[in-house]
T-cell receptor, first 109, second 113 residues
């Protein structure tokens, strides 16, 4: 079967760094997406990794290891506005997105 | 550039009724995907339409159907509503090529009483 696992909830402190992990098992693999979703809002695109390694985009970075079926999203210099759910999704062999349940990130002052 | 627009934003229906949700994609996008989001379940894929044809379908019962018009706007219909259909329904649009970024609307929150 197809499965995406990510922690349900994480808490971090303003100004700190947090890493949100995602492991995936999908039939085929064509890339890994991360989206951010604030409460009662639309998910918004953060990153797309198709090759192994780290991609940095400002305060956010995303890492992929295809051999391990593993990705993480790294958020630096946390701000209160980063409080949101972070969704991991794998693009399978049919180019269909398989989504994790999301990680709710709580930032404390 | 306008984003993805979903209407209505909120709906309250009773069991047995049917409902139609609408999604207007970003101008130039030809693909529209529909998802159901419930707490703790993540996004569940319903179907994808591309150029008025259903290109992909998830594992939902036949009560869930959709269509796409020539201007790429899409509608989703749920017949014979059940309590378990209460959820946030999201649509996402893209150009429709493989590995495209999907852009989401704010969703329609459906409550079935």
């Amino acid at each position: 079967g197809q499965n995406i696992d990510q922690p349900t909830e994480m808490t971090a402190t303003e100004g700190a760094i947090v890493q949100i992990n995602c492991t995936y098992q999908t039939s085929g693999f064509n890339g890994l997406f991360w989206y951010q979703q604030h409460a009662a809002e639309a998910p918004t695109f953060l990153s797309y990794n198709v090759l192994d390694g780290l991609e940095e985009k400002g305060r956010f970075s995303s890492f992929l290891s295809r051999s391990k079926g593993y990705s993480y999203l790294l958020l630096k210099e946390l701000q209160m506005k980063d409080s949101a759910s972070y969704l991991c999704a794998s693009l399978d062999s049919n180019y269909q997105l398989i989504w994790g349940a999301g990680t709710k990130l709580i930032i404390k002052p | 550039k306008a984003g993805v627009t979903q209407t209505p934003r909120y709906l309250i229906k009773t069991r047995g009724q049917q409902v139609t949700l609408s999604c207007s994609p970003i101008s130039g996008h030809r693909s529209v995907s529909w998802y159901q989001q419930t707490p703790g379940q993540g996004l569940q894929f319903l179907f994808e339409y591309f150029s008025e044809t259903q290109r992909n379908k998830g594992n939902f019962p036949g009560r869930f159907s959709g269509r796409q018009f020539s201007n790429s706007r899409s509608e989703m219909n749920v017949s014979t509503l059940e309590l378990g259909d209460s959820a946030l329904y999201l649509c996402a649009s893209s150009f429709g090529t493989e590995g495209d970024i999907q852009y989401f609307g704010a969703g329609t929150r459906l409550s079935v009483l």
